[in-house]
């Protein structure tokens, strides 16, 4: 293996701590795009999944978002599932357990906030789950 090769696979191993300021960021920066990408999961964004995404992120974050701000990172083109999903998968080991567990809480919240659940909405869930390697027990706070 080349030495470029092997800074670049040290690299990776060497950022899967990242300071609380790196924390922080990252996991705004995931919650808005898999809630954006949750609220257009059945290709219609409804008002108050807007609404929903703002408090939490409110709540969460501190960041005030408008709503052109939100269906900017829900254009599909910029945030497509199968790019969500390889994203998620590759910083989880950098998110805590804790965080993991809130983003997906959260895209429960937004799902269930047009009081209408599709099936479209309930798989994008479990992609997400996965891609997190959230178990069912997490979310509940049943960890060892």
């Known amino acids: 293996m080349a030495i470029a090769d092997l800074s670049r696979f040290l690299k990776i191993f060497s950022d899967s701590s990242p300071s609380e300021e790196k924390q922080k960021e990252l ?7 898999t809630l ?26 501190g960041q005030e978002l408008t709503e052109a701000d939100i269906r900017k990172a829900a254009r599909p083109e910029r945030y497509q599932s199968v790019y969500l999903r390889k994203y998620l998968r590759s910083v989880r080991h950098q998110l805590k357990a804790e965080d ?9 919240d937004v799902i269930k906030s047009d009081t209408q659940i599709n099936v479209l ?24």
Not at 27 to 33: R, T
Not at 40 to 61: C, F, G, K, L, Y
Not at 121 to 144: C, H, K
């Open 27 to 33: 996991y705004s920066e995931v919650l808005l795009m």
């Open 36 to 61: 954006a990408q949750a609220s257009s999961s059945d290709a219609n964004i409804h008002p108050v999944e807007i609404e929903t995404i703002q408090q939490i992120m409110q709540r969460e974050t």
């Open 100 to 108: 993991r567990s809130k983003i997906l809480q959260a895209v429960a």
């Open 121 to 144: 909405e309930i798989d994008f869930f479990y992609q997400v789950a996965n891609a997190l390697r959230i178990t069912l027990v997490e979310p509940l706070g049943l960890t060892a």
